[in-house]
Structures are given as structure tokens and as C-alpha cells.
């Protein structure tokens, strides 16, 4: 009985915490792999899509270190979250958050798309 009850004591506390860090775990607007980058410009394709470089714009690696935009090479894998100037439907998208993944990562897992 005394085991049982442990357990369910146990139950009580792992439960909420499992669900926390669930919920805190990092989502991106967009992933995809990284076609080209344009630093002249201020741009980058990824998945096929064209995003402007935001003047804050933070890279981190696969440790979670902030790293510079050299680090970011054509044919990484990348979650991305982004920002618009002016309406949406025809301002272009800033990306001022960008995570570096693992090449074996499945990117349809990380997106919230």
C-alpha cells in the first residue's frame, strides 16, 4: 500500500511538470532548408521562400549558442520566426529568429504550419 501510494504521489508531481516542458518547447512559424543567402541584400530563401534579414536578427546552433550569420550555410535544416512591416499581405517578412537543427531532424515536427 505504502508503494502504491509513492506512486501516486510520484504520478502527482512528474504529470505537471512533463506537460510544462511540452508546452515550452520551441515552435517556429516556419522550417524548412535554407536555399541561399543574400547578405549583400539582406536576404534568405528558405524552403523556397524569400525573407529579409532583420537588423536583430539571432542565429542560434544546434547548442543552443547564439552564433553569427556565417555559421548559416545552404542545405541546413532551420525553424524560423518572423516579423512584418507595414500590411501583411504584401509587406515582406523579416526573420529575426532563426535555430539551427540537426540535418536528420523532420522538419514538419518543429513548424506550427
Known sequence: M???KTLIAILFIALPTLSYAADNEPRFEFAGTVDRIDVENDAIIIGDMLFRISPGLTIR???QNVVNL??????MKVG???????EPS???LYVNEVQIFRS?????DIADN
Open 2 to 4: 505504502r508503494t502504491l
Open 61 to 63: 546552433d544546434t547548442r
Open 70 to 75: 556565417g555559421k548559416l550555410q545552404n542545405g
Open 80 to 86: 524560423i520566426n518572423t516579423y512584418s512591416r507595414g
Open 90 to 92: 504584401n509587406a515582406p
Open 104 to 108: 536528420n531532424v523532420n522538419l514538419r
